[in-house]
């Protein structure tokens, strides 16, 4: 089955600087790669999402890049917040009917 | 807008015990996946359920199921709990049958003593 593998599993960053997420995945099958905010005691909240026939996506200071080729992709967000602090969960899907693949998380901290 | 509805919020059941969770999905929305999180294993996926219908199913034993009512509500079951059965069971929604956009519901915890 897919595979999704993500790093660093903790960031900490500066107010104001930029982090940097990145997920792997295996099967060249999936076409869907959502990434999800989680805050303590809350469920995971889409922050934003990409298909695969785009190559970025950004919105207001948060932006995903993919590249098929190589089966990665990235979440970049620019001058943090500490309300940034969260858990940053990326996934795979293959789309229709089919399951979220997770990564193990990265856990943010801006201080 | 109401966003994913999960009862009960807590729940704390017996080893040998069963226990059924409740999803009501955003209003409009007929597409149900469900979720286990734990801290070791993370996300990981139940069942996906669109007019009450299971498409797909993760790789958990027979005690899990779940089904999906024709109001698109859903309910997960889990029989004979174990104590590695502890978990955060999260609940999504999504409007269309695209896989795309689902919205997370805050999640029921089940500790099992």
């Known amino acids: 089955g897919e595979n999704v593998e993500q790093h660093p599993s903790t960031l900490s960053v500066q107010e104001g600087d930029s982090a940097v997420i990145k997920c792997t995945y295996s099967?060249?099958?999936?076409?869907?790669f959502p990434w999800y905010k989680q805050e303590l005691g809350k469920g995971p909240q889409l922050i934003i999402d990409?298909?695969?026939?785009?190559g970025e996506k950004k919105d207001q200071r948060i932006a995903v890049t993919l590249n098929k080729t190589a089966k990665h992709f990235s979440l970049h967000i620019t001058e943090t917040q500490p309300e940034d602090s969260a858990v940053y969960f990326c996934?795979?899907?293959?789309?229709?009917?089919?399951?979220?693949?997770f990564g193990k998380g990265t856990s943010l901290l801006v201080t | 807008k109401a966003g994913v509805t999960q009862t009960p919020r807590y729940l704390i059941k017996t080893r040998g015990q069963q226990v059924t969770l409740s999803c009501s999905p955003i209003?409009?929305?007929?597409?149900v996946s469900w979720y286990q999180q734990t801290p070791g294993q993370g996300l990981q996926f139940l069942f996906e359920?669109?007019?009450?219908?299971?498409?797909n199913k993760g790789n958990f034993p027979g005690r899990f199921s779940g089904r999906q009512f024709s109001n698109s509500r859903s309910e997960m079951n889990v029989s004979t709990l174990e104590l590695g059965d502890s978990a955060l069971y999260l609940c999504?929604?999504?409007?269309?049958?695209?896989?795309?956009?689902?919205?997370f519901g805050s999640g029921t915890r089940l500790t099992v003593v």
């Open positions: 999504a929604s999504s409007l269309m049958d695209s896989g795309y956009g689902y919205t």
């Open positions: 099967d060249s099958a999936s076409n869907y």
């Open positions: 990409i298909r695969s026939n785009v």
């Open positions: 996934a795979a899907s293959k789309g229709s009917g089919y399951a979220l693949n």
């Open positions: 209003s409009g929305h007929r597409s």
């Open positions: 359920y669109f007019s009450e219908t299971q498409r």
